[in-house]
Nanobody, 122 residues
C-alpha cells in the first residue's frame, strides 16, 4: 500500500491542524493505521493508531485529549486532528499501515508515508 501524508505546516501554540494520509494500492480496510512523529535529533515516536474497523483508537499519553484519529474507508484516508498544539509537538509526522495487530512501535508497521512537517511556534 502506498501512503501520502499531507496537512502539515506552521501554527501558533494553542492552534489546530488536521493531517491526512491517503492510501492507495491495496484494500485500505485491511490495515490498522498509525501516526508517528520524529522531532529533530530524536527517534520516531508513537502518536496514535486506529483499528481496521475504526472502533478502537489508541493515543500516546502526551497527546491524549488533544489529538483525535479517524478514518474514512470510502476515501481511503486516515486523519489526525490536532488541537491545543504545543511547541513540543513540532516534528515530522508519518502515517503507517500494518495488516497485523495494532502496535505502538515503528517496527510493527510495513508501509510508511513520506512525512509531513508540523512546526508549532510559541
Amino acid at each position: 500500500v502506498q501512503l501520502q501524508a499531507s496537512g502539515g505546516g506552521l501554527v501558533q501554540a494553542g492552534g489546530s491542524l488536521r493531517l491526512s494520509c491517503a492510501a492507495s494500492g491495496r484494500t485500505f480496510s485491511d490495515y490498522n493505521m498509525g501516526w508517528f512523529r520524529q522531532a529533530p535529533g530524536k527517534g520516531r515516536d508513537f502518536v496514535s493508531a486506529i483499528s481496521r474497523s475504526g472502533m478502537s483508537t489508541y493515543y500516546a499519553d502526551s497527546v491524549k485529549g488533544r489529538f483525535t484519529i479517524s478514518r474514512d474507508d470510502a476515501k481511503n484516508t486516515v486523519y489526525l486532528q490536532m488541537s491545543s498544539l504545543k511547541s513540543e509537538d513540532t516534528a515530522v509526522y508519518y502515517c503507517a499501515a500494518t495488516p497485523r495487530l495494532v502496535i505502538r512501535t515503528p517496527n510493527g508497521y510495513d508501509y510508511w508515508g513520506q512525512g509531513t512537517l508540523v512546526t508549532v511556534s510559541s
